[in-house]
């Protein structure tokens, strides 16, 4: 009898009135209940700090890009284009840059231990190279045979000496492991994991200032307001190929001390992001002896190093220039297996080089590496594979050399490509992109289009861009994402679309530009 009217209450429920009528009585006791005004998470209650955070790489234009997305997955056709080509960000694999093979047969053989048994390595033998084989054992040694284990805080031993030692060679000074810690990845969230750590240490009150480049990564702005402490923009030198001025250092630190903000420290990114632009090796050295006459920590963002691409301005470290100089300025320095030929953003792997820093400041940077008790060790390993690829002689070797050469060459050519495009347009300039993943080209907006968006109250160059991927499905990043100079408008652009459709993204934009700049023009 109970089940039966059990049945007919559940078969009653599924009828829409009674379904409605339900809803709307749950709804009513919720509203008369005393607890329902009485929620403790509220944008009133949270942290403010993390309210305020704004990251433009994935804002309201990535986001309208994803809706659109999904409109031609259910509408084919709607749109008058057929696909989203997401240049908003460096996310290499996204856009079919294909993985290094070497990394992932590692990869794959420490995952799948099985394929290393006795019983199985001869048929492993058919399908990966030796030296595949080896390094994978030879990894999983460092962990115990256990690569979903917990590692040490500051990363595998082993990994941070083969990381000490590819410093050592490419600058030629001696490097620490002991100073090295390895990180869950850079861009965003392994550099920001290594970045937050620093911060937590240097930002003791709300008065703290950090100097940040203008045009800046967003990252730096939304970790700033995440701590509540106080960004200090200097601006890159566009018509000097986004060089940095030590004068406008010296404005932006003298106004902010006058201001009594007390800046502890120098953000720079080099090879730049979003400019595209390597500082050269005397600029990094008055950086460096401006921030050590300022008692200033210098913070190096260097995770584009090998995306180099003019030999005016080859990369050279910020930790090349501190040896060389003998310099005492205290220096951490971020690199990362998301940028590069490796280009594996999902794996989150990098590292960073503490040099010049008190004991007493590492014991406590170690205290918090201990707190996240270890890096992804996927990522880890990634790591030792970019520090430490195959050597001549090895099976791999000509393989791993090969896919790295292709894929750099070929970003060149977009780069140069994409750079030129840019520049043949009206109403638009773009410096070449020196290195990095980025050109940030400047438009130059008709008077007519920016009043008609501050009506709006809207950003010029973002109602720009928001326009440009409802017109071409191509998403960019607006320039006041970044910051940019008063007074001008650019957007930044990765040239990452595959190489065979690289035509098609450059005339999709030219003819919507094109388009826009003769309908504003008439007005």
């Not at 970045?195 to 703290?208: A, G």
């Not at 918090?368 to 008790?373: C, H, I, K, Y």
Request: proline content about 6%.
């Amino acid at each position: 009898m109970f089940r039966l009217l059990a049945a007919k209450r559940t078969t009653a429920l599924r009828t829409p009135a009674l379904r409605r009528m339900l809803s709307s009585t749950v709804e009513t006791m919720q509203d008369e209940s005393p607890l329902a005004a009485r929620k403790v998470l509220t944008l009133e209650s949270m942290n403010p700090n993390v309210r305020t955070m704004e990251y433009a790489v994935r804002g309201a234009i990535p986001i309208r890009a994803e809706e659109l997305r999904e409109q031609l997955k259910k509408q084919p056709g709607s749109l008058p284009f057929s696909k989203i080509t997401p240049c908003n960000i460096g996310n290499p694999q996204q856009l079919n840059q294909k993985p290094l093979t070497f990394l992932r047969q590692v990869s794959a053989l420490m995952e799948y231990t099985d394929l290393l048994s006795p019983e199985m390595i001869e048929s492993t033998r058919k399908l990966f190279p030796e030296d595949a084989i080896e390094r994978a054992k030879r990894n999983l040694s460092y962990v115990g045979g256990a690569a979903g284990a917990y590692t040490q805080s500051l990363g595998i031993q082993e990994v941070r000496e083969n990381v000490a030692r590819f410093i050592e060679e490419r600058d030629g000074f001696p490097a620490d492991p002991a100073n090295i810690c390895l990180t869950s990845g850079y861009v965003s969230y392994a550099f920001a994991a290594a970045m937050t750590r620093v911060l937590d240490i240097l930002v003791s009150n709300p008065n703290v200032g950090v100097m940040i480049p203008i045009p800046q990564y967003p990252l730096y702005t939304a970790t700033l307001a995440h701590f509540n402490a106080r960004a200090i923009p200097y601006y890159l030198q566009e018509a000097n190929e986004w060089q940095l001025s030590i004068a406008d250092l010296e404005r932006a630190l003298s106004e902010a001390r006058g201001q009594g903000i007390d800046v502890r420290a120098m953000a720079v990114i080099n090879p730049g992001n979003p400019t595209g632009g390597c500082l050269l090796e005397d600029n990094i050295a008055e950086i460096v002896q401006f921030c050590e006459r300022e008692n200033l920590v210098l913070l190096a963002d260097e995770v584009y190093q090998t995306n180099i691409y003019t030999g005016t301005n080859p990369f050279v470290s910020f930790k090349k220039v501190v040896s060389k100089l003998q310099s005492s300025v205290e220096l951490f320095s971020f690199h990362s297996i998301s940028k590069g030929m490796v280009g594996e953003c999902g794996r989150r792997g990098g590292y960073y080089e503490a040099v010049n820093i008190d004991a007493e400041i590492m014991a406590q940077l170690l205290k918090m590496a201990s707190v996240g008790l270890c890096p992804n060790v996927q990522g880890q390993m990634a790591v030792d594979v970019m520090v430490r690829p195959p050597q001549p002689g090895d099976a791999s070797f000509e393989q791993y050399q090969r896919e790295v050469s292709d894929i750099f060459e070929s970003m060149r050519r977009r780069a140069k490509k994409l750079a030129a495009a840019f520049n043949s347009l009206p109403n638009m300039s773009c410096n070449d992109a020196q290195g990095a993943m980025y050109l940030f080209p400047r438009v130059e907006l008709p008077p007519a289009f920016v009043a008609e968006a501050e009506a709006r109250g809207q950003q010029a160059d973002a109602a720009y861009c928001m326009q440009m991927l409802e017109a071409t499905g191509i998403s960019v990043v607006p320039g006041s994402g970044f910051g940019q100079e008063p007074g001008t408008f650019h957007f930044r652009s990765t040239f990452l679309p595959p190489e065979e459709l690289f035509d098609e993204f450059i005339d999709g934009f030219r003819n919507f530009h094109e388009a826009f700049i003769a309908r504003y023009s008439q007005e």
